[in-house]
């Protein structure tokens, strides 16, 4: 019975050390995307928050940050600020979303890395004069998003796309994160027979 009492803190001995190894990781992440944030001036990132989401990340203590579910979305809207920050100014989104990868991955993902590709490639695409030139990015901006139409902020997409005029390609974005979002198709089954 002793040696049952001593595996049984071992095991919560290690479950404590997995727990705070996690949270030095977030940690660092987070640090990672502060510094980040320093570097392209905190005004004009923070600046770009809603008020109500700037007021919270005045108030808030590193702590809330890493382990808290608002300080996760605080973090997002701040890497969401700093790629807009790159469409805004027509620049090419592959340093930010590098830096990003290597100093927090866990804030960044890969997903993320690809949408801000795409978002980028339909804003130029936007701006291409030349049909030819401007179908081709189109392309390459829709293979893109069809990978990761699971993760995509489709609204946002799709009125880029709108704005290329390329609403064929609207629809096989849309038909792709529904598979993605619906891969036993409930949502067409539901709507053909008449259930809510």
Partial sequence: ???????????REKQSLVVVRQLVVDSVQMLGLWSVVVEHTVEL??????????????????????????????ASNLVQCLVQTYLGDNASTDAISNRLRQLCPGLYRQEDALSSK????????????????????VAEAVSIA?????????????????????????????????TKRDPSQLAVHYYNNGEN
């Fill in 1 to 11: 019975q002793e040696r049952a009492g001593d595996n049984g803190a071992l095991l």
């Fill in 45 to 74: 990132v923070v600046g770009k928050l809603s008020q109500e989401t700037a007021n919270i990340l005045r108030q808030a203590q590193l702590r809330d940050l890493v382990v808290s579910p608002s300080g996760r979305d605080i």
């Fill in 118 to 137: 795409a978002h980028e490639l339909l804003l130029a695409a936007a701006k291409q004069t030349k049909g030819g030139e401007r179908d081709k990015m």
């Fill in 146 to 178: 069809v990978q990761i139409a699971g993760h995509l902020q489709l609204g946002v997409l799709v009125s880029h796309l709108a704005s290329c005029q390329a609403y064929p390609r609207v629809v096989e974005v849309c038909l792709a994160a529904a």
